[in-house]
């Protein structure tokens, strides 16, 4: 059995590297979506799913699809999907490790002439990143049956809306609602996705069982103080707009390090700043992640609270608008248990853990049951960055896993 695992394995790493030459910027790995490399990677993916024994198709927002149909074809689906477009200078496995890894399955019970009682559908996301058109989750919404029609108005930095975009690879925006897939046709959506983070290189294990997709608050924040003259000023006549933003920073890592939840400060400027004056401006955002709501919205309560004292205190003025309020989508107890056992069989302990990161996961949450396994990271669980890696033993059990889930799916 183990040397399956290690078939397996090597077959999926064999996969990712086999993709990652369909990059906009060699040697590094830039897949966004239609780009040239995008569309060539959607063909190789499509060839790969085809000589599985898969029924193929590219649709018309450039997801691939593959079906390893069931003896009764009009039984119902268990989806296996993730996405194959990539950030700029990327790793070779987030998203794309899902879609091999569940390939090598569907290769093997090709081999073996086995086939399950459901199709199964194998489906490569086009667009989860949200890096060309600043819209996340363009393929798995379509499939959802949950894309947004403004979306077709969005465009890149070329002036290029995404409609126009569809349009010159030859594909007609009028067909994408037709791609939304019915509730009673599906019968569960799993995942398989690196974990992007150190907790399962942390405890060494080389899977874990996701329990939620964390929600997550956005604000942007803007603080205007007055600007000084940075030696004439006494200290104690200042409104610092930048020591006010300090202030907000260092509360919002205090307040969510407290009770587990993760809070960030990504975006942080002084406008117009020089290093002899009082900062009359700051800038900022704010992204407060949980997998459990109300933990969520208690600490942004908190966090607001204290941008409100924080104002008062040093005489300026903060204004915090939200630009994003989603909220967390728990997996289903059913398929953790079945990933668990899964996971149990392989002689293994099972670790449950939330995903911090969104994934196209959260499309499916009320269309059907979702499950999540993520894969250990190695490189201390770095991700969007070329240095993520992911040892094949881990992909090879990951397989197994699925394998075995699948087969016992009821």
Same mark, same amino acid.
């Given at each position: 059995?183990?040397?399956?695992?290690?078939?397996?394995?090597?077959?999926?790493?064999?996969?990712?590297?086999?993709?990652?030459?369909?990059?906009?910027?060699?040697?590094?790995?830039?897949?966004?979506?239609?780009?040239?490399?995008?569309?060539?990677?959607?063909?190789?993916?499509?060839?790969?799913?085809?000589?599985?024994?898969?029924?193929?198709?590219?649709?018309?927002?450039? @997801?691939?699809?593959?079906?390893? !149909?069931?003896?009764?074809?009009?039984?119902?689906?268990?989806?296996?999907?993730?996405?194959?477009?990539?950030?700029?200078?990327?790793?070779?496995?987030?998203?794309?490790?899902?879609?091999?890894?569940?390939?090598?399955?569907?290769?093997?019970?090709?081999?073996?002439?086995?086939?399950?009682?459901?199709?199964?559908?194998?489906?490569?996301?086009?667009?989860?990143?949200?890096?060309?058109?600043?819209?996340?989750?363009?393929?798995?919404?379509?499939?959802?049956?949950?894309?947004?029609?403004?979306?077709?108005?969005?465009?890149?930095?070329?002036?290029?809306?995404? %409609?126009?975009?569809?349009?010159?690879?030859?594909?007609?925006?009028?067909?994408?609602?037709?791609?939304?897939?019915?509730?009673?046709?599906?019968?569960?959506?799993?995942?398989?996705?690196?974990?992007?983070?150190?907790?399962?290189?942390?405890?060494?294990?080389?899977?874990?069982?996701?329990?939620?997709?964390?929600?997550?608050?956005?604000? @942007?924040?803007?603080?205007?103080?007055? !600007? %000084?003259?940075?030696?004439?000023?006494?200290?104690?006549?200042?409104?610092?707009?930048?020591?006010?933003?300090?202030?907000?920073?260092?509360?919002?890592?205090?307040?969510?390090?407290?009770?587990?939840?993760?809070?960030?400060?990504?975006?942080?400027?002084?406008?117009?700043?020089?290093? @002899?004056?009082?900062?009359?401006?700051?800038?900022?955002?704010?992204?407060?992640?949980?997998?459990?709501?109300?933990?969520?919205?208690?600490?942004? !309560?908190?966090?607001?609270?204290?941008?409100?004292?924080?104002?008062?205190?040093?005489?300026?003025?903060?204004?915090?608008?939200?630009?994003?309020?989603?909220?967390?989508?728990?997996?289903?107890?059913?398929?953790?248990?079945?990933?668990?056992?899964?996971?149990?069989?392989?002689?293994?302990?099972?670790?449950?853990?939330?995903?911090?990161?969104?994934?196209?996961?959260?499309?499916?949450? %009320?269309?059907?049951?979702?499950?999540?396994?993520?894969?250990?990271?190695?490189? %201390?669980?770095?991700?969007?960055?070329?240095?993520?890696?992911?040892?094949?033993?881990?992909?090879?059990?990951? !397989?197994?896993?699925?394998?075995?889930?699948?087969? @016992?799916?009821?």
């Amino acid at each position: 059995m183990a040397g399956a695992a290690a078939d397996f394995g090597a077959r999926a790493m064999a996969l990712a590297e086999r993709l990652a030459q369909h990059t906009e910027t060699p040697p590094g790995l830039s897949c966004t979506y239609f780009s040239a490399a995008h569309r060539a990677a959607a063909a190789d993916l499509a060839a790969l799913m085809h000589a599985a024994g898969m029924e193929t198709r590219i649709d018309a927002v450039g @997801n691939v699809a593959g079906r390893y !149909a069931a003896k009764d074809k009009t039984a119902r689906a268990v989806m296996v999907g993730s996405h194959y477009d990539t950030v700029l200078n990327a790793g070779k496995y987030d998203g794309r490790l899902g879609i091999v890894v569940a390939l090598t399955v569907v290769e093997h019970l090709a081999r073996a002439g086995e086939r399950l009682p459901y199709n199964l559908d194998v489906v490569a996301f086009s667009e989860e990143e949200g890096v060309r058109f600043s819209a996340s989750y363009i393929g798995s919404s379509a499939i959802a049956g949950r894309f947004d029609p403004g979306f077709l108005e969005l465009r890149d930095t070329r002036g290029i809306s995404l %409609g126009d975009a569809l349009r010159q690879a030859g594909s007609d925006p009028a067909t994408i609602p037709a791609l939304a897939r019915r509730k009673d046709d599906l019968a569960a959506y799993l995942e398989v996705h690196i974990e992007q983070g150190p907790v399962l290189l942390d405890s060494d294990q080389p899977l874990g069982v996701v329990t939620a997709i964390a929600g997550n608050s956005r604000y @942007n924040v803007s603080i205007d103080g007055v !600007a %000084g003259h940075a030696g004439t000023v006494p200290m104690a006549f200042r409104h610092d707009a930048a020591a006010a933003a300090a202030e907000i920073v260092l509360f919002v890592e205090s307040r969510c390090n407290r009770t587990g939840l993760a809070g960030t400060v990504g975006r942080l400027a002084v406008p117009d700043g020089a290093i @002899n004056v009082v900062p009359g401006r700051c800038e900022l955002s704010l992204d407060i992640r949980s997998g459990d709501d109300v933990l969520r919205k208690a600490a942004v !309560a908190d966090i607001l609270t204290e941008i409100d004292a924080v104002a008062r205190r040093r005489g300026v003025g903060i204004a915090a608008t939200p630009v994003l309020d989603a909220r967390a989508v728990p997996c289903s107890p059913r398929l953790q248990d079945a990933l668990a056992s899964a996971i149990a069989r392989e002689g293994l302990p099972v670790q449950r853990l939330p995903s911090g990161a969104g994934h196209d996961a959260v499309m499916f949450d %009320g269309l059907t049951e979702i499950g999540m396994l993520f894969v250990r990271c190695g490189n %201390g669980g770095v991700s969007h960055n070329p240095r993520e890696t992911v040892a094949a033993a881990d992909a090879g059990i990951a !397989a197994r896993v699925l394998l075995d889930v699948l087969r @016992n799916f009821q």
